[in-house]
């Protein structure tokens, strides 16, 4: 099965992206990972005519400690990433407390 026609827009910031996203409206789709969006818009649970690519939105790929106990995940961050063990060490060097809701893989993913 062969995915719908749309439109594929690849901004260059985040204000960019959110101009088409504001000008688009219910039309439009965010793809970061792609794996939800594509298989549902191949059996055509959605069918966006806009689809925004984020991936390459330098800002949305990053992983950053903020001084205060916190850390902000990008949109476009893959599980590779994550799984890198400097991050996930600099992230969980003081967990919060409940239980652990990530942990490094014990195998290299593909995507890198």
């Known amino acids: ?5 749309f439109e594929y827009v690849k901004p260059t910031s985040t204000e960019e992206a959110l101009a088409v996203l504001e000008k688009s409206g219910n039309k439009a789709r965010i793809l970061a990972g792609g794996t939800d969006l594509l298989v549902n818009m191949k059996y055509r649970v959605i069918r966006p ?3 925004i690519g984020i991936k390459t ?5 990053l992983i950053a ?6 850390t902000r995940i990008g949109a476009a961050v893959t599980l590779s990433d994550l799984n890198d063990y400097e991050v996930y060490y600099a992230i ?3 967990p919060p407390p409940g239980p652990v809701v990530f942990q490094p893989l014990p195998w290299p993913l593909a995507d890198r």
């Open 65 to 70: 400690s903020n001084g205060d106990g916190h």
């Open 1 to 5: 099965m062969r995915l719908p026609k």
């Open 92 to 94: 969980m060097s003081d």
């Open 49 to 51: 005519e806009i689809v």
């Open 57 to 61: 939105i330098e800002n949305l790929s």
